[in-house]
């Protein structure tokens, strides 16, 4: 009985307990009476509170508590995070991820550090989360993807270290270059495989293009050569050309792949009519027809077209048209197989340069981009100025890559200029060498910064040592004097001639030079320039001509010079197309002890055959020199000074050494130099079959100058010869190389007299070579 009224009471206890809850309303109805965070160190707790959704006073949402967590999360700053209730306490208990101490790469051979260091996001002092690590290793991959590298690998190592701080180490293991061991194409018909190849940057793995990497394995490379391969049937007449495909497939070594492009060529056409429309008052096209590349009748080429349009947008902005637009209409006649052209030129869209951004440089300051510019903010935009200016930052030589285009600005009527720059070294140590019959082992070196503390400032240093010639300059430009387009400058110079086996005497020259110079037009440049210099003629042989002895001794030269120069090459450093003029002028007798006035022609044309492959240039420069002193109450038939005659050859006239072509003693064979000169020089660069990337071409050239008309009795009053002056042309041939080496650029010229004079010096070769740092 008494265990029968025992089991009455446990279960009716049990009922109790076990009763039913209170409904969700009633639960919700607890407010959070205080939140306490627990595992923060560096992340203050009211930090934390800020991002909860939860405050206190209000309800124990589940909801929002969820809400809280996710956003917790989110920041990035915990490994782990945990909400929960304590009574009436909301407790947030975090696990703060580590703050980065040191970043490192191990096994990294082919990429240097500070390479892989600016692709990864990660950086020290930044919170360390799996997922940006993750990140960072995929960017490696691709950095070694995109250098060919497909077996790379990538494991991240973490160190742990006190005050929650880690250690990234990034292992690498980098794997062999991942090639390319074929590539064919399908579909082509009138071009071989090898002509294609030739067209394309991509190239076949092959054991000399150990120093290129257009021989590994790179989608965005191949998408550019789908580009390629667009623009070389275009230009051969194959308006109609598509790729189909370009499939990469790993060879089953998985050491290499092979690149297989599928083609359709389409149809060869040829230009039928070109016409020239326009809708502008008062502009006549008959002007413009002389713009035309294109013509009826030639296979059609895009370049010629694109190259017709530009000619046309440049012409017309010229004739003071600010708003123009050139477009190239197409009639096409498939059974003809032509396709006509009309220039249509109308008025453009009013548009006005917002803005001018620049990106990429690092070193050089905004404004010595910024000056090149012919377009300033305000003006109306000119596509003719904005290539000019493009081609101005080129000309400066800071950049490897110059990209200048417009893009929409904040209206219709606004666009915005953007440039992007990749700088470039441009600290030069140049060494020259030569060998000629007269001065034997000529050697060079110039100490030279183009781009001084990023200002657009030269700084030159050089020293030209040989058996028979020292000579040391120190030249310093400021190309925008006050900021103003005006360059001002200054060269110190110190020279000493060992002449002794050419015309048995030494000389030497000391002096400064301070110039100055100023655009007179977009294209026309003049350079001013004062001279003080000490010249002395000294060691004068005993067995010297009577005209050398005569010249013995130490004179002062003052003098000022002007250079005009006109300038429409399309490169100034390695120009391909257009062509140069200058004259310079020289007038000594401003104080000083001689008198004379000098002219210094030069010229220079290049024609593009077929750029960059076959470039044909000529070059021509000369100079007249007379004495004045009989003109001015100096000692009558006072004739120019040895020192300031012409003595052409060596760099100049290639084939003969310096002074190696002129006027000598009769009896000595004395050099005794010109009072006037010219040489011309034609040359054509020709491929010589090697693979482009080993960057080494030929070239062919010859060369016609003299030097004659002394100024000096050439027979004695009995008529015995003294003075040997054929004033007959001298003609030299020859062959050259160049090569852009790893090392910097390297020249070779071999040449030989074809026609020469008794006594003539020739110089078999020329070589120099130099780097850049």
């Not at 190239?203 to 191949?222: A, G, K, Q």
């Not at 440049?525 to 005993?542: A, C, E, F, G, M």
């Not at 021509?620 to 000692?635: D, K, M, P, S, T």
């Amino acid at each position: 009985m008494f265990r029968f009224l025992l089991w009455l009471v446990l279960v009716g206890a049990g009922f109790a307990a076990t009763g039913p809850a209170p409904p969700a309303s009633a639960q919700g109805s607890a407010r959070i009476q205080q939140i306490r965070i627990e595992g923060s160190q560096r992340i203050e707790p009211d930090t934390i509170r800020s991002y909860l959704t939860l405050k206190v006073g209000d309800a124990f949402d589940p909801v929002e508590i969820d809400k809280s967590l996710k956003t917790l999360f989110a920041t990035g700053l915990f490994a782990d995070v945990t909400v929960g209730r304590q009574g009436g306490d909301l407790v947030v208990r975090v696990v703060e991820n580590p703050i980065i101490n040191r970043i490192q790469f191990e096994g990294n051979k082919k990429l240097e550090d500070k390479t892989l260091l600016d692709e990864v996001q990660l950086r020290p002092r930044v919170v360390y989360t799996r997922t940006k690590v993750q990140n960072d290793v995929k960017r490696i991959l691709d950095l070694y993807r995109r250098n060919g590298r497909f077996a790379a690998t990538v494991e991240p190592k973490v160190i742990q270290l006190p005050q929650n701080r880690v250690d990234l180490v990034f292992e690498i293991h980098e794997g062999s270059r991942t090639g390319i061991s074929r590539i064919t194409f399908v579909g082509n018909k009138e071009f071989s495989d090898g002509t294609l190849r030739g067209a394309i940057q991509t190239v076949e793995t092959r054991w000399y293009r150990f120093l290129s990497n257009d021989d590994s394995y790179d989608p965005d490379r191949v998408t550019y050569d789908r580009e390629l391969l667009r623009r070389f049937y275009l230009k051969n007449g194959y308006a109609d050309f598509k790729v189909l495909s370009a499939v990469a497939e790993l060879a089953p070594d998985q050491n290499s792949f092979y690149l297989t492009f599928t083609i359709d060529e389409g149809e060869r056409y040829k230009f039928g009519k070109i016409d020239i429309s326009t809708t502008l008052k008062n502009l006549d096209v008959d002007e413009l027809h002389s713009q035309l590349q294109t013509e009826e009748g030639d296979w059609y080429d895009a370049e010629k077209v694109d190259d017709t349009i530009k000619r046309l947008s440049d012409q017309v902005g010229n004739l003071g048209y600010a708003f123009v637009e050139v477009e190239a209409v197409v009639k096409r006649d498939r059974q003809a197989r032509t396709i006509g052209l009309t220039y249509e030129i109308r008025e453009g869209p009013k548009v006005f340069v917002e803005r001018i951004d620049i990106a990429g440089n690092v070193r050089t300051l905004d404004k010595v981009i910024r000056r090149e510019f012919r377009l300033v903010e305000g003006d109306a935009f000119n596509t003719a100025k904005l290539r000019r200016s493009q081609q101005r930052i080129r000309n400066l030589g800071f950049f490897k890559k110059v990209d200048v285009n417009n893009v929409a600005g904040s209206s219709p009527d606004k666009t915005v200029i953007q440039v992007n720059v990749e700088e470039q070294s441009t600290g030069e140590l140049t060494v020259g060498a030569g060998y000629s019959t007269s001065e034997s082992v000529i050697g060079e070196v110039t100490l030279r910064e183009r781009n001084l503390l990023g200002k657009g400032q030269d700084l030159r240093v050089s020293a030209t040592l040989s058996t028979v010639r020292q000579q040391y300059d120190l030249s310093f430009t400021e190309p925008y004097f006050l900021d103003r387009n005006v360059a001002a400058g200054i060269d110190l110079f110190h020279i000493q001639r060992n002449l002794i086996t050419t015309s048995n005497y030494e000389f030497a020259s000391t002096g400064f030079r301070p110039r100055m110079g100023y655009q007179l037009t977009e294209h026309l440049r003049q350079t001013l320039s004062y001279t003080l210099r000490d010249d002395d003629v000294y060691n004068v042989q005993p067995a010297a001509s009577i005209f050398v002895q005569q010249q013995a001794g130490n004179f002062t030269t003052s003098m000022i010079s002007q250079d005009l120069i006109y300038d429409r090459l399309d490169n100034r450093l390695e120009p391909t197309g257009g062509y140069l003029l200058s004259l310079g002028t020289d007038y000594a007798g401003v104080g000083g002890q001689i008198d004379y006035f000098r002219v210094r022609p030069r010229a220079a044309y290049y024609i593009p055959i077929s750029a960059p492959d076959y470039v044909f240039n000529v070059r021509a420069e000369g100079g007249y020199i007379v004495g004045l002193g009989r003109y001015f109450g100096n000692q009558p038939g006072e004739t120019v000074r040895i020192n300031d005659r012409f003595f052409p050859g060596g760099g100049n006239f290639p084939g003969f050494a310096l002074g190696g072509a002129g006027p000598r003693d009769a009896n000595t064979g004395d050099a005794l130099g010109g009072t006037h000169y010219y040489v011309f020089i034609a040359e054509e660069s020709v491929p010589l079959g090697l693979p482009k990337e080993l960057g080494i071409t030929g070239r062919i050239f010859g060369a016609a100058g003299l030097a004659t008309n002394t100024g000096l009795p050439m027979f004695s009053p009995s008529g015995v010869r003294l003075i040997n002056d054929t004033g007959n042309l001298r003609a030299s041939a020859g062959i050259g190389f160049s090569w852009k080496s790893p090392f910097g650029p390297i020249r070779i010229d071999i040449a030989e007299p074809v026609v020469k004079e008794p006594g003539d010096k020739r110089e078999l070769f020329r070589f120099g070579f130099g780097t850049q740092f």
